[in-house]
């Protein structure tokens, strides 16, 4: 018997790195029957700006026979005050023999999948449309006068006992992917100097890491873990969120980790290819004035229009696109697309 990270981002899936266009700048039931439901807002957005469908394929082609399989999948988008799902559905093939839909301890959309009878392969194809709302920019979230010192936020936040700080409180403390060491903190405070506005310091944190940290989809995988990461200056989105995520917890901020999805842009003059965009990863910041803001240390930008949200939590073991228990098999490797395509508003 195995266990499976199937579609994490260390096994097929990375973010792209420095392809993010704003860089710098400012439900329907399925075949297989998940709904897509409309979660409570987690902050106000703006005015629609951008309408996508993603297409998320995973394939198995097992060696031997699988006799019994469970797969766990957070593959639904979450619905919030700035991404709002039209439509959305899982097929499964072969189908599951047993299927339950929930929400998890954050309030992901989940779906469990158990497969009681023999197969030699398994496709998990997942297809959402979305429409995303405008999110503050540089000069509301970063530039903007009166914004709050990150030591405000930090004491606000150790001593609050509002429903939401106490919710952010969730995302404090060390997680299983996000260990705190002495290291993290001195490489966070080179950004938070006493009296800094707090996002504008994340801001700089961010660029920090994309400029300090090589992109390197062969050099970590998912059980890599953080300390190794921030020796050997190399990794993925999913360490590079986690990198930072342990940076503000270390000095007292919350952060959380957000798995979705990136557009990205070929080069020009070539056509958009099938399957050529990413699953992805970055970090949000609690900010008392603005709600949660969004950092994308990979691509070193201040998440906007291109960012499409699966799902948060702590860090990577929380909302892994899919993973589960398999009962046979022999060695496999999935193989996974990710279409992301813009449609018209």
């Known amino acids: 018997m195995s266990e499976l990270g199937a579609d994490e981002l260390g096994a097929g899936e990375t973010g792209a790195h420095d392809m993010a266009a704003n860089d ?12 897509a439901g409309g979660l409570a807002a987690d902050g106000a957005g703006g005015s629609v700006c951008a309408r996508y469908r993603v297409v998320h394929e995973t ?6 026979t699988v006799t019994l399989s469970q797969h766990y999948l957070h593959m639904t988008p979450r619905s919030f005050g700035c991404q709002q799902t039209e439509s959305h559905a899982i097929w ?13 301890f954050f309030g992901n959309l989940t779906r469990h999948a158990a497969f009681t009878v023999p197969h030699d392969h398994l496709l998990v194809h997942a297809e959402s449309t979305v429409v995303l709302r405008t999110r503050p920019g540089l000069a509301q979230a970063v530039q903007a006068p009166g ?8 004491d606000m936040v150790a001593q609050g006992k509002e429903a939401t700080l106490l919710e952010a409180c969730r995302y404090l403390y060390a ?4 260990a705190w060491f002495p290291e993290l903190e001195a490489y966070a405070r080179a950004s938070f100097a006493p009296g800094r506005p707090q996002l504008d310091a994340a801001l700089e944190l961010t660029q920090r890491i994309y400029a300090d940290f090589v992109f390197d989809g062969t050099a970590t995988d998912i059980s890599t873990p953080l300390e190794q990461v921030w020796r050997g200056r190399r990794g993925v989105c999913q360490d590079f969120a986690q990198l930072m995520i342990g940076c503000l917890r270390s000095i007292g901020l919350p952060a959380r980790y957000i798995s979705g999805y990136i557009l990205t842009h070929p080069p020009a003059g070539k056509p958009r290819l099938v399957g050529a965009d990413a699953s992805h990863a970055w970090v949000s910041v609690y900010c008392p004035v603005l709600g949660w803001v969004d950092f994308d240390p990979t691509n070193r930008c201040l998440v906007q229009h291109e960012h499409i949200t699966l ?5 990577f073991s929380d909302v892994t696109p899919m993973r589960g228990i398999v009962l046979g098999g022999g060695r496999h490797q999935p ?5 992301v395509t813009p449609l018209a508003l």
């Open 92 to 104: 499964l093939d072969p189908a599951a023999n047993e299927v339950t839909d929930g929400v998890d």
């Open 335 to 339: 193989e996974v697309q990710v279409t």
């Open 311 to 315: 799902g948060w939590g702590r860090d």
């Open 59 to 64: 394939r198995y082609h097992y060696h031997s």
């Open 24 to 35: 710098m700048a400012a439900g329907d039931m399925g075949a297989d029957g998940m709904t």
């Open 147 to 154: 914004m709050p010192p990150w030591e405000s936020v930090r």
């Open 175 to 178: 997680s299983p992917h996000v």
